[in-house]
């Protein structure tokens, strides 16, 4: 019997708008009404989750920064996990190898290392265009470009390294994908890390105990599911650590990456063709026998 539901957000959960659309919004409803759980698993940090299910008028639990935290419907911290700071300064080190920009996650959200005149050209010469290569759909707004310059200027990694604020995930975005692949070489030499990409311009860091499989199986552990009650659904390579969780019903979106739609036991539709809201149809047409039609 189908007990709970985790869904991505980017490419899995959301449309090309960034938003969750009305028909989504209604299955989950109805899966919810159904007394089925239904959690966010998501690399996004708490505060912009909980915007974006504000916006639709949901409300659930999430497992957000790649599994680094988990919160409940109101905010509440169940449990996270941190990056040690001396490992955070290996990786700052790392990043300036390569000349690249980091930009670290706590528990508030985004801090920025550059100042804010730096950070509006990183996020509109660097970041946009970069998503915008593997995502030409995405729509960035005035709005949209306002809400990536949100961030904690905490003046510098000495600043932040010195500081009592735990780094939980950190990215970067650049136009140079061989950049990129080895800056992740050189990380994937740190046993502590998890480093993952969900598109070639992006890269992503995390504890190697904060991977959003690792927060799945923890949250269900203390909720008393088991894998088999559990249907969860990606797109990208941050999800395999939660898609590949032996005996999970795990579901591609038909716009997942090759290595997603390879290990996962169904397909549905694109996030452009809401499909989430046909995996919850098919769920709730025989909880006790999933399977897509």
Excluded: W
């Excluded at 809400?147 to 140079?176: M, R």
Aim: proline share 3%; aromatic share 6%; hydrophobic share 40%.
């Amino acid at each position: 019997m189908i007990r709970l539901v985790a869904s991505d957000m980017d490419g899995t959960l959301l449309n090309s708008y960034r938003q969750i659309t009305q028909e989504n919004v209604n299955a989950i409803r109805q899966l919810q009404e159904s007394g089925i759980e239904f959690i966010i698993n998501t690399g996004r940090e708490y505060q912009n989750v909980m915007d974006i299910l504000g916006q639709a008028g949901l409300k659930c639990d999430m497992i957000c920064t790649n599994g680094s935290c988990a919160c409940d419907k109101d905010g509440n911290v169940l449990f996270h996990q941190a990056i040690p700071k001396d490992i955070v300064r290996q990786i700052f080190s790392a990043f300036h190898n390569f000349d690249l920009v980091p930009t670290p996650f706590s528990l508030s959200g985004r801090i920025s290392l550059l100042s804010r005149d730096d950070m509006k050209k990183y996020v509109k010469e660097v970041m946009i265009p970069a998503i915008q290569i593997n995502h030409p759909d995405f729509v960035y707004t005035e709005q949209d470009y306002q809400e990536l310059l949100d961030a904690e200027y905490i003046g510098g990694e000495e600043a932040l390294l010195s500081s009592d604020q735990e780094v939980l995930k950190i990215v970067s975005n650049s136009l140079n994908p061989e950049a990129l692949i080895q800056l992740r070489r050189e990380l994937e030499k740190i046993p502590e890390l998890a480093v993952v990409s969900t598109v070639p311009t992006d890269i992503e860091i995390t504890s190697a105990k904060a991977q959003k499989g690792i927060a799945l199986m923890k949250y269900a552990k203390e909720k008393g599911y088991t894998p088999d009650e559990i249907v969860a659904i990606g797109d990208s390579e941050n999800d395999y650590s939660m898609l590949s969780i032996p005996g999970l019903h795990s579901v591609a979106m038909a716009n997942a990456v090759e290595m997603i739609q390879d290990i996962c036991v169904y397909r549905t539709r694109e996030n452009t063709r809401d499909g989430i809201a046909y995996i919850i149809q098919c769920i709730l047409a025989d909880r006790n026998n999933f399977k897509l039609s």
